[in-house]
């Protein structure tokens, strides 16, 4: 490569470093095999109500993430609601949220009408911090969901410790982090209830879908009777012969066997995907473990496999802290790098939780989501992490590059004010 990491910017009128855009691969992915899978499902008439590509997707996901039993539904946000209402959390009751994770996370706990807490997270892994989640208690609290975001975990045995402690449940936001494993145990299957979204963007997608797994055979019967409209699981269309406990309210939340048969041939290719994912991830936190003023989220304390949903980086330090983060974004993607982007913010900054009402409040402090989040990070999302070692030589070679006109990039911010 002729072009040096010293070079003027592209954004300033130079050449950029990448004579190619590298682009994140294309996604969702898709087979011939499982294209053919799905015609036999569309010919045979048996698209719904707990079909046999559903149950096997069901046993297979559960065991993989080392739980006993899984629910497939419509997608990985009633699958929050669903556990919150098995866990028999409501009116009066309050549920402490990380206030770094997307807006389904606290929009669950709103649906079943439970007070909202939202708390700091921790300035390497942006999860949940356990000493905010602790100090957040009150006598109203009776859930906490931590969210594995991105590229990282959340400290599970701290937050058990804690909940434990004050007898509070604990649901599992794994729709970041599918295949995971937190101290060589599956992520999801450490709280009461894991709940996984399927979402088309997500390392397992089938346009929409979800799942709860747990390792309480009680609290799977509730959940499944709350998603199928308070059928149990097994029984056929038009004949449960037991209908749900008093006080259950029962949805309908049903996925399909399309979503099963997509989520079965993905899954069979999940730890290969995960693995490849893994070794750029640590490749790049080589590569640019130097720079300064940049920094990537930490993969978690006990993280044994990473799911990688994403990667975030952190431009908080130093002379790159003193520009706007959509400057540094337009500056990466000017030099060829297609596959950076910006991180939802603040949850409580979403229009969904500034209307006039008062579920909701933010305990102590949240400098780390306010600033290191809203302002200094952006994130690769995991399709960028299965490139070619030399596109992940070529993305540090970029980082370097902008750090090395950090100085050139604040006189630029200067002048073109946002």
């Known amino acids: 490569m002729t072009k040096t990491t010293d070079s003027k910017l592209a954004i300033l009128g130079g050449e950029a470093l990448?004579?190619?855009?590298?682009?994140?691969?294309?996604?969702?992915?898709?087979?011939?095999?499982?294209?053919?899978?799905?015609?036999?499902?569309?010919?045979s008439r048996n698209w719904s109500f707990g079909g046999p590509e559903e149950m096997k997707f069901n046993q297979e996901f559960a065991k993989f993430h080392d739980a006993e039993y899984a629910i497939s539904m419509a997608n990985g946000t009633v699958t929050l609601e669903c556990a919150l209402h098995a866990l028999c959390v409501g009116r009066g009751d309050e549920v402490i949220v990380p206030a770094y994770t997307w807006m389904a996370t606290a929009m669950a706990a709103r649906y079943v009408g439970a007070q909202i807490v939202f708390v700091d997270v921790e300035p390497d892994t942006l999860c949940m911090n356990p000493k905010k989640f602790e100090a957040a208690i009150t006598d109203k609290t009776k859930a906490v969901i931590p969210v594995h975001i991105l590229g990282s975990m959340a400290d599970m045995e701290a937050i058990?410790?804690?909940?434990?402690?004050?007898?509070?449940?604990?649901?599992?936001?794994?729709?970041?982090?599918?295949?995971?494993?937190?101290?060589?145990?599956?992520?999801?299957?450490?709280?009461?209830?894991?709940?996984?979204?399927?979402?088309?963007?997500?390392?397992?997608?089938s346009g929409e879908g979800g799942i709860c797994i747990t390792n309480d055979a009680d609290l799977a019967d509730k959940i499944a009777r709350i998603k199928h409209i308070g059928y149990p699981v097994g029984a056929k269309q038009g004949a449960a012969m037991t209908g749900p406990q008093a006080g259950l309210i029962c949805h309908n939340y049903r996925s399909t066997e399309f979503q099963a048969?997509?989520?079965?041939?993905?899954?069979?290719?999940?730890?290969?995907?995960?693995?490849?994912?893994?070794?750029?991830?640590?490749?790049?936190?080589?590569?640019?473990?130097?720079?300064?003023?940049?920094?990537?989220?930490?993969?978690?304390?006990?993280?044994?496999?990473?799911?990688?949903?994403?990667?975030?980086?952190?431009?908080?330090?130093?002379?790159?802290?003193?520009?706007?983060?959509?400057?540094?974004?337009?500056?990466?993607?000017?030099?060829?790098?297609?596959?950076?982007?910006?991180?939802?913010?603040?949850?409580?900054?979403?229009?969904?939780?500034?209307?006039?009402?008062s579920d909701w409040r933010i305990a102590g402090d949240c400098s780390v989501t306010d600033i290191t989040v809203d302002k200094h990070t952006l994130s690769f999302p995991h399709q960028a992490l299965g490139v070619s070692r030399n596109d992940i030589e070529i993305i540090a070679d970029v980082l370097r590059k902008v750090a090395n006109n950090a100085g050139e990039l604040i006189k630029y911010q200067s002048e073109n004010q946002l």
């Open 160 to 205: 058990l410790a804690i909940a434990k402690k004050h007898n509070i449940y604990v649901i599992e936001d794994c729709a970041h982090m599918q295949g995971g494993k937190w101290n060589g145990k599956g992520v999801g299957s450490w709280g009461h209830v894991g709940s996984f979204s399927f979402q088309q963007s997500k390392t397992l997608a």
């Open 261 to 357: 048969v997509i989520l079965r041939g993905q899954l069979k290719h999940l730890p290969e995907l995960l693995e490849k994912y893994s070794s750029n991830a640590k490749y790049l936190a080589e590569l640019t473990k130097d720079i300064p003023g940049i920094r990537l989220q930490k993969p978690g304390r006990l993280a044994t496999r990473q799911g990688y949903y994403g990667l975030a980086i952190m431009f908080d330090e130093g002379e790159l802290a003193k520009i706007d983060k959509e400057i540094i974004l337009k500056a990466i993607n000017k030099e060829g790098i297609a596959c950076l982007y910006g991180v939802y913010g603040p949850v409580y900054k979403h229009i969904l939780f500034n209307l006039p009402q």
């Open 18 to 43: 990448c004579s190619k855009p590298v682009n994140a691969i294309p996604w969702p992915p898709v087979d011939d095999e499982t294209a053919e899978q799905l015609k036999q499902v569309y010919l």
